[in-house]
């Protein structure tokens, strides 16, 4: 069974920056679409960014409203790799923080991804 990699989580303070990443472990060969959620305690798993995954270009990227203009996603064809650039960071953005994959056709339902990661947790304090 193919796994999702995350890393690059951890805590920081407000207003600082981290990027997290994800790589699959093996080959996927049905997926359209990589994206990233998070889950703080008590709550629903929500949607955070995603990005349309297309070998040799660059995919359209997607964002909840609440990371638009501070996190961005991205993705490295040749190293396999999707990017969670996290700028201007809150303590409301603290949770565990998961990456998904699959072939999907709303990037916002999670239960559309076939793929899931571990989770990192970041930490967010004022």
């Known amino acids: 069974q193919v796994r999702l990699l995350e890393s690059g989580g951890g805590s920081v303070q407000a207003g600082d920056s981290l990027r997290l990443s994800c790589t699959p472990s093996?080959?996927?060969?049905?997926?359209?679409?990589v994206g990233w959620f998070r889950q703080s305690p008590g709550k629903e798993r929500q949607f955070v960014a995603a990005?349309?995954?297309?070998?040799?270009?660059?995919?359209?990227?997607y964002y909840a409203d609440s990371v638009k203009g501070r996190f961005t996603v991205s993705s490295d064809n040749a190293n396999n790799t999707v990017y969670l650039q996290m700028d201007s960071l809150k303590p409301e953005d603290t949770a565990i923080y998961y990456c998904a994959t699959g072939f999907v056709r709303t990037v916002t339902f999670r239960r559309e991804y076939d793929y899931w990661g571990q989770g990192t947790q970041v930490t967010v304090s004022s």
């Open positions: 093996g080959r996927i060969f049905r997926r359209n679409v």
């Open positions: 990005i349309h995954w297309k070998p040799g270009s660059a995919g359209s990227p």
